[in-house]
């Protein structure tokens, strides 16, 4: 009897010293020895920013996990580990999720910790990772948009690249017209890729009126893009393989696609998987619509700190390191084809090296100098994951011709409001 | 379509093996070569049907880079990579394939083995002992066998993410060692294969109950072998729960992480190397399955011949 | 003492005998299948709310029967009913019917080689379901399909993955995966008719097919009609095939099956709407299999 009664007190004493230390606030910032920092992602480099780190920093060991690209799986993952209190003190979140983990309540501020190193980035780019001035996590990279093309054939078949959308279609009919195998380009039928697109015309998906949502994927502006998609389709202009496939990137190597309009990581996705076109390739500017010099952007994350990391300081420390460490940033701009989002990767060299696969062009100059003109005001909703997957089914449908891009757009609008009003946000019309 | 159907047709095997099998070739019936060579041909067209889909897994993971998806899709490739494809599946992402395969292997092997016994005992006692409460709970267990695994997949999600068990060994591993199918099977066959007598003598003995179970189950032994294999396959083929569940690529058995791979379209992880993944994790199914073959021809229907 | 307070201090004993037996498989029994479908139940009745933009969390508050209402209005939800319903009538009759006949003549006297063709036809249900579908996948995917490039080569154009086709490549996979098994199934239960069975009717000049159509598949109705109700429970779960399809098939929607329908709540956060179209659909499951058992046992009897 007194043996299991001591025990029990042991086992007591075990629990409160165990619960002290998960309770106690400042055990992040008075951590001694070295700490553990678990980090999920999927975007190619970041494994090797990490071993950067932990070779020359013994004190805050940052353990890399790589998951399933985020629209996939990897952001249901991120999801399930916070509700179970497993979630790792990092993740890769794309800026469009960053208002659904926000809504899910699954970040944590970290404004104080990144206050010192605001100035180090533009100040529209903390908009991504925060509400109200708040900071959750620290941008990455942003992802500006421009045409990559295939310039042997351009030019074999002398046809001029294309400045505006009007002189795009001209040209995808000469493409045809050049070899009756071949296409301009792939449909964009991802709904994210596709978001590029409207960014660039100035038709936004969601807008902030007082302490409500309003959705406007529905709109003119909306529907004028999804119709310049669709016309170029439904007259054969365009291939409408699905995005990211094997099928894509073989007709990218043998010369049945000419071009892709595309965010600048597309650099690696061709350089990667069209081996064979090596040394074929150039970048020129994104297509306009007629003499309004906006771009779009694609894509472009941040380094988010999740709910229950233990040691947030220590976690945004990294953050902020892979974000503006010369070393780091251009790791990730030659793996991951990023255009850095803080200033001084901005002012990295690697952006000024020219690429060996684009005929050395210095391909990141261009996104440099045209990631002032992306409207740094586009605005994402906190049900992204409902948005992305009605607009992708609907999307998904426009190739077999089971649907059209208006179609798509009033399918996700009706959807989205749906889900907005299904999950308690306030919806404004 | 994939776990109930696993757990199907109960009573089948062990009704077979009880029975006397039927010589195959009857005396009296003389077959005209005509006949015998429609037969053949209808049942190696479907052979054939059953088996390009597996040749083509065989063949496309000996193929170099490059080649999977030109040239004949159906025969080899320039040269035989299937060692170099092996070793590149081995080291992506740090080994974490081995891994896979253990967490796998661990899954349907330790959830096979807790849930046969735990459904033998229960079964045991369900046909021996006549308590109180005894066909309620086998109404209870014996609905839950219509009951698919998958649509319960999600209720057991919410329910372990509100305690926190998602992302877990053990919230993949509890759901795999209950299986109301074997509790079935056991009931059935403890009923027919271990005599009353054994238990009165064994009590008279003073034996103690699990003392008396030990014994009577050797006698059950073909049904737990059956609700073994069911439950192995069930456990090694699930996708739906573990991908739900688990959030650590390091907890994942090879189902799921040869999905997420899958996902990656084809980089960093290439599609041969996603190919070749899948072809490895089904040599341990099938030999499973081969030797199950032979358990069910032999064991099970000619073991009862005596 | 009475006669009944012996039997009731005989059936406490056996209680007390039994408990240890069957308390391990019962507790986790509850654990796995009664909580969660309870729990599943209660948050069907219930909705978040948040305060204006909502980025700062969510509480949970009585809906009533708002998620249920939901359910029947969704279109999608019920579209993925109707599809599954569909694969379905068309798969389960194909498969089954394929399996009756490869039973039957593995079993008749005139094959030869039964021992390959057996393992040949077994092998599929070895391939868990998400390979087999990955594999089919690469065998459908347009372009890079060697089955379309053979097509292709003779001047055939073919595709599996334009919407009318879809249901029929899922359809395909199903029935390749599952046929051997059944197949197995039929043919235990035929080996299991006696040998005298057969012989007499035999000297009735009742042998070859005659005998197979009307002795033996009437003396297999049992097994045959649990393979009917496990085979008709198996597709409405379906997920793994149309879900790893989708990778070559875009048009193929996210909420093409009801699980993948309330999967896709579950990744929108919309947990208590998930739950909902999980009842839903653990419903239909119930009441489709009470309804088959009972038509069938009608059946046996007759």
Known sequence: ?429 | MTTTLQTPAPTEPVVTATRRRRPRTSPLTTVNPATRLLVLLIMSLFAVYFLVPVWWLVVSATKGQGELFSGNGFWFGGHFALVDNVQTLFRAQGGIYSRWLLNSLLYAVGGGLVSTLLASMCGYALAKFSFPGREAVFGTVLAAVLLPAPVLAIPLYLVFSYTGTVNTFWSVFIPSIVSPFGVYLSRIYAASSVPDQLIEAGRLDGAGEFRIFTIGVRLMAPAMVTIFLFQFVAIWTNFLLPSLMLADTSLQPVTVGLVSWRELQGYPISYTTVVTGALVSVIPVVAMFLSLQSFWSKGLATGAVK | MSHVTIRRRGRARELRRAAPFVLPFLVLFVVVYLIPAGYSIAQSFFAVKRSGLGLGGAETVFAGLDNYTRVFGDGEFLGSLGRVAFIGVIQVPVMLGIALILALLIDSSVATGRKFFRVAYFLPYGLPGVIAALVWSFLYAPTLSPITRLFASMGIHVSFVTDGALPFSIANILTWAWTGYNTILIFSALQAIPEETMEAAALDGCSGWKAALLIKVPLIRPALLLTLVFSIIGTAQLYNEPVTMKAVAPNLASTYTPIMAALRSLSANDFNYAAAQSVVLGAVICVLSVLVFRASARSVDS
């Open chain 1, 1 to 429: 009897m007194v043996k299991r009664t001591a025990r029990l007190i042991a086992a007591a004493v075990a629990a409160g010293v165990a619960l002290a230390g998960c309770g106690s606030g400042d055990a992040g910032t008075q951590a001694s020895g070295p700490v553990d920092v678990t980090f999920w992602g999927w975007a190619a480099g970041y494994d090797k920013s990490v071993a950067l780190w932990n070779e020359s920093h013994p004190d805050i060991h940052v353990k890399y996990e790589a998951l399933p690209s985020g629209g996939q799986t990897g952001y249901d993952k991120m999801l399930t580990a916070a509700k179970a209190g497993t979630a790792p003190c990092l993740a890769q979140v794309g800026y469009e999720t960053f208002s659904t983990f926000l809504a899910a309540g699954v970040l944590q501020d970290v404004s104080q910790y990144v206050k010192p190193q605001r100035s180090e980035f533009p100040d529209w780019v903390w908009n991504n990772v925060g509400v109200n001035g708040a900071a959750y996590g620290v941008p990455v990279d942003t992802a500006p948009m421009a045409m990559f093309y295939r310039a042997d054939l351009f030019k074999s078949a002398n046809i001029a690249i294309p400045k505006t959308w009007d002189e795009f279609a001209t040209a995808a009919a000469a493409v045809k017209a050049a070899n009756p195998q071949a296409r301009i380009m792939n449909l964009p039928t991802d709904p994210y890729l596709y978001s590029g697109f409207a960014w660039q015309h100035g038709a936004s998906w969601f807008g902030v009126k007082g302490d409500s949502w309003t959705v406007s994927i529905d709109s003119a502006a909306n529907a004028e893009v999804g119709q310049y998609w669709q016309g170029l389709f439904t007259q054969g202009l365009v291939t409408s393989y699905p995005a990211f496939d094997a099928a894509l990137y073989s007709a990218w190597s043998k010369g049945e696609v000419w071009s892709e309009v595309g965010p600048v990581w597309s650099a690696s996705l061709i350089r990667d998987n069209a081996g064979d076109s090596a040394g074929k390739w150039s970048v020129a500017p994104m297509p306009r619509w007629g003499t309004t010099d906006a771009v779009g952007n694609s894509g472009g994350s941040s380094t988010a700190v999740m709910k229950g990391c233990k040691y947030p300081k220590q976690a945004t420390e990294f953050a902020l390191w892979m974000s503006t460490n010369d070393q780091s940033v251009s790791n990730l701009i030659a793996s991951a084809a990023i255009l850095p989002a803080s200033k001084s990767g901005l002012a990295n060299a690697a952006l000024d090296k020219p690429e060996s696969y684009y005929g050395g062009q210095a391909i990141y100059q261009l996104f440099r100098d045209e990631a002032p003109k992306v409207n740094p005001n586009w605005q994402w909703g906190p049900v992204m994951s409902a948005t992305a997957a009605s607009l992708g089914d609907g999307l998904g449908k426009v190739p077999t011709k089971g649907g059209t891009y208006q179609d798509a757009l009033s399918g996700a609008q009706k959807s989205t409001l749906s889900a907005l009003q299904a999950q308690g946000f306030s919806v404004s019309k």
